[in-house]
């Protein structure tokens, strides 16, 4: 049909801007159709905001039961050597706990099918490195189940530097809609918390 349209002299303009949208679109669908847990499509520019370079956390919901959010600027490091900078964190003296606390937001217009969610986290518990801290969750979920990742994060020796580990869930989407986002609930265990780099990639199944 593009061809015909191509070679019709009297196609108007509303007939070739229709159709370059249907072939923009026929492409996006070819493209995600290729798409397995092996070879995901990234779609992470569907977060808004996903690391937080403006030094804000615009974009997200951020919800407290006593503990506030706050943002850092320093240099810290994921486990696997990268550096992360320029993240929401929340902190409360060693001696203490944080409250729960959440931060999300609401993801429309995606393809149907499963996705893995990613994000860079730090949790830690300052006045006993070798504390279990508890509580943290990374997680993702259409309308069916919510998918939650909680793995224990290493602390520093010293208490000082913020050690990230990424943190991954997979969650299926059937209306396009999906909420994303890391929290802290139940009974919370370490004082300082920390989130960065958030990736969506969609891995097939539509």
């Given at each position: 049909?593009?061809?015909?349209?191509?070679?019709?002299?009297?196609?108007?303009?509303?007939?070739?801007?229709a159709a370059a949208k249907?072939?923009?679109?026929?492409?996006?669908?070819?493209?995600?159709?290729?798409?397995?847990?092996?070879?995901?499509?990234?779609?992470?520019e569907k977060i808004n905001?996903?690391?937080?370079?403006?030094?804000?956390?615009?974009?997200?919901?951020?919800?407290?039961?006593?503990?506030?959010?706050?943002?850092?600027?320093?240099?810290?490091?994921?486990?696997?050597?990268?550096?992360?900078?320029?993240?929401?964190?929340?902190?409360?003296?060693?001696?203490?706990?944080?409250?729960?606390?959440?931060?999300?937001?609401?993801?429309?217009?995606?393809?149907?099918?499963?996705?893995?969610?990613?994000?860079?986290?730090?949790?830690?518990?300052?006045?006993?490195?070798?504390?279990?801290?508890?509580?943290?969750?990374?997680?993702?979920?259409?309308?069916?189940?919510?998918?939650?990742?909680?793995?224990?994060?290493?602390?520093?020796?010293?208490?000082?530097?913020?050690?990230?580990?990424?943190?991954?869930?997979?969650?299926?989407?059937?209306?396009?809609?999906?909420?994303?986002?890391?929290?802290?609930?139940?009974?919370?265990?370490?004082?300082?918390?920390?989130?960065?780099?958030?990736?969506?990639?969609?891995?097939?199944?539509?």
């Amino acid at each position: 049909q593009y061809g015909e349209l191509y070679n019709n002299a009297d196609a108007s303009i509303e007939e070739i801007e229709a159709a370059a949208k249907a072939l923009s679109d026929d492409v996006v669908e070819y493209k995600f159709s290729l798409a397995t847990p092996e070879n995901p499509i990234d779609v992470t520019e569907k977060i808004n905001n996903p690391a937080f370079d403006g030094g804000n956390a615009n974009g997200w919901t951020q919800t407290t039961n006593g503990s506030k959010w706050g943002f850092c600027t320093r240099a810290d490091a994921n486990i696997d050597g990268r550096t992360i900078t320029n993240y929401p964190e929340a902190w409360v003296g060693s001696a203490n706990n944080l409250t729960p606390m959440e931060m999300k937001q609401t993801i429309s217009g995606l393809p149907n099918g499963t996705y893995r969610l990613t994000a860079d986290i730090h949790f830690d518990k300052q006045n006993d490195t070798e504390l279990l801290v508890e509580g943290h969750q990374l997680f993702g979920k259409g309308l069916g189940a919510e998918s939650v990742d909680s793995q224990p994060i290493p602390a520093d020796p010293a208490g000082a530097a913020a050690i990230f580990v990424t943190h991954s869930v997979e969650f299926n989407v059937v209306d396009g809609t999906a909420t994303i986002g890391m929290r802290l609930t139940g009974n919370v265990v370490g004082n300082w918390v920390g989130v960065d780099n958030f990736q969506l990639f969609y891995l097939g199944g539509g």
